[in-house]
């Protein structure tokens, strides 16, 4: 019977990660929540105070926590499901779900892009890639870190990704879809991040997040979390699928895998033709691509459902059913739980039996590739 595979839960940060984990030198400027005075938790991110009051920053770890504001309010570092932090809890949330293998992003650390210091960058990313290692290691079969990637500063990036293949064991490594220091990722800069990737068969996840001060769509204009929230994941996602399959990262490497997450999947018929489109009309701007966007994805691609997207049928019909993971984004604010595993096997019930086995199972096993 396949395994059924969580492609992108997370974990929530606890203090021994900037306590215990944290090269002394950088300790005080790592990300990391401080309680005050009155009881209520804080994010600090190089020493600077990033807590908003219209954002509780526990509140946006619990199941359902932005749901009533009041309570968001109220909420603390304390009230973060165990699930998130010890491995033994997370096992006992799986086993209720009916989830056999989770694979894991962080929360706090998904900001990691605001640490704009590069030696500080790449300090943070050894943390916490040395705290997801011991985390799983309870459990080497039913749970996987993804591990951050500095690339602020690629030499580093690369000295990262070969550590945690090599030395730790990582079968997956993440990136942010914006910027990092004004590059996108099709910057020629990052090809020895890329070439070392592919060389070492290692996937590569886009993974965004809303809190962030790295440049974002829809940044300039929406601070209130609502509108912020709901454009910052696909919008970029968006940007980063165009910059690898346009940019023509996955041309000069044709063996490398990247998924791009938490952004749903109703987006990828109308980008993929747009694409298509400008590849057939505007094809001396891109000389590089030497075939469309359609078939550098289907190749190439990976990307996560929300169950609530009622196109979901219609995007598969594109040919897409080995491309599709699901997520349960456990424990953030917006993930359904209990029965996340129930609200996605009833979004496929619309697809044949081995599209629903391909998205459940078989493409995380593909994409991560899991013994």
Request: contains cysteine; hydrophobic residues 40%; glycine residues 8%.
């Amino acid at each position: 019977m396949p395994r059924i595979i969580d492609s992108d839960g997370h974990i929530v940060e606890p203090p021994a990660l900037w306590k215990d984990y944290t090269e002394s030198a950088y300790r005080e400027q790592m990300i990391q929540i401080r309680r005050n005075r009155d009881g209520q938790d804080e994010l600090f991110i190089m020493g600077e105070n990033r807590s908003r009051p219209n954002l509780p920053v526990a509140a946006s770890v619990v199941p359902g926590g932005l749901s009533d504001l009041k309570r968001a309010r109220q909420l603390t570092w304390d009230d973060v499901p165990p699930g998130g932090f010890d491995p033994h809890a997370r096992i006992k949330v799986m086993d209720a779900e009916g989830i056999d293998v989770a694979v894991l992003y962080p929360s706090m650390w998904l900001l990691y892009g605001d640490l704009t210091e590069p030696k500080l960058q790449a300090a943070a990313c050894r943390a916490y890639n040395n705290w997801m290692a011991d985390f799983c290691r309870v459990y080497p079969d039913r749970l996987y870190g993804v591990a951050p990637m500095p690339l602020l500063e690629v030499d580093e990036a690369v000295r990262e990704l070969r550590r945690v293949v090599q030395q730790l064991g990582y079968k997956a490594v993440f990136v942010r879809p914006n910027p990092f220091g004004g590059r996108r990722l099709n910057d020629r800069a990052y090809d020895p991040f890329w070439r070392e990737a592919e060389e070492l068969d290692v996937p590569v996840a886009v993974h965004s997040s809303f809190g962030t001060r790295m440049p974002t769509m829809g940044g300039d204009r929406y601070h209130d979390p609502f509108f912020f929230h709901m454009v910052c994941h696909p919008f970029e996602q968006q940007a980063a699928c165009m910059d690898v399959i346009c940019g023509g990262v996955l041309a000069r490497f044709p063996r490398l895998r990247v998924a791009f997450l938490e952004s749903g999947i109703g987006w990828l018929g109308y980008w993929l033709d747009r694409m298509d489109s400008h590849y057939e009309k505007m094809h001396d701007y891109v000389p590089w691509m030497k075939k469309t966007a359609t078939e550098y994805f289907i190749e190439q691609c990976y990307l996560t459902l929300d169950p609530e997207e009622r196109t979901l049928a219609a995007m598969i019909s594109l040919g897409v059913a080995g491309n599709v993971l699901w997520g349960s984004d456990y424990p953030h604010f917006d993930c359904t739980f209990p029965g996340v595993l129930k609200e996605v096997r009833g979004a496929l019930g619309v697809l044949p039996e081995t599209s629903r086995t391909k998205i459940l199972s078989e493409n995380a096993v593909n994409f991560y590739r899991l013994g």
